[in-house]
């Protein structure tokens, strides 16, 4: 009579039966990897492509600037402003009161200056922000069809104006051109006729008796983030 073996019982294990090993996993394959790699270098030339497009059309063929405008209020407020420094431009030399300081400062914010700009007709191609001592202007420029410059002839190049701006105590005004530049690159200064760290209101103000009036009425001037404050003389 033949044995035969007793199977295990139900529930328990034999560990003479192998287990079944897992399946291997395949990495990518080497087409996998040319098709993943042309993919991103297609994406990344689409993403320049379109960078450079926006850029260009920024700054090379640049629209025009929103103008800034001032609600009723603010308008009025502006009005008033501008009454005064002119008013203090034709005081006579001898003022019966001699208000104090704080009665003689003037705050003019760079929204007030921008939309004094807009009502000059200025307001779509200039806009400036104030800094500590500092002007920045961006402008639009546009570039004559026959300047014979390639490329960009009959277009609008908007530029971006750094500009160091005080008055000193003897009245003298300096406004002196840091840097110029051009959808955030700079511009030489050969480009620019070496303008850069040129004072541009020295000459100008000595030969207008109006501006030298006006700079006579004023005490001191700082620019600051806040806005131009302005202190008008006694």
């Not at 000193?168 to 850069?196: E, S, T």
């Not at 501006?211 to 003389?233: K, M």
């Amino acid at each position: 009579m033949e044995n035969y073996p007793t199977p295990p019982p139900a529930g328990s294990s034999d560990s003479s039966i192998p287990a079944a090993q897992p399946a291997m996993r395949q990495g990518p394959s080497w087409k996998s990897i040319i098709l993943i790699t042309l993919g991103v270098f297609m994406l990344g030339c689409g993403l320049a492509a379109a960078t450079t497009a926006w850029w260009i059309k920024r700054n090379i063929y640049a629209s025009p600037i929103q103008p800034v405008t001032l609600t009723q209020s603010e308008q009025q407020t502006l009005d008033a402003k501008l009454h005064v420094l002119d008013a203090s431009a034709n005081m006579p030399d001898a003022p019966a009161a001699s208000p104090g300081e704080q009665e003689r400062t003037l705050v003019i914010t760079a929204k007030e200056i921008n939309a004094y700009l807009a009502s000059q007709n200025l307001g779509d191609t200039v806009k400036v922000d104030l800094g500590q001592d500092s002007i920045s202007a961006t402008m639009v420029v546009p570039v004559p069809k026959d300047s014979g410059v390639p490329l960009i002839s009959g277009s609008n190049l908007r530029l971006t104006l750094s500009l160091g701006a005080q008055m000193d105590p003897a009245k003298k005004v300096a406004i002196v051109v840091r840097d110029v530049h051009l959808g955030g690159i700079p511009m030489p200064n050969a480009w620019l006729g070496d303008i850069k760290g040129v004072n541009l209101a020295g000459e100008n103000l000595e030969k207008d008796p109006a501006l030298q009036r006006f700079l006579a009425g004023i005490q001191s001037l700082e620019i600051t983030p806040a806005g131009l404050r302005i202190v008008l003389a006694k």
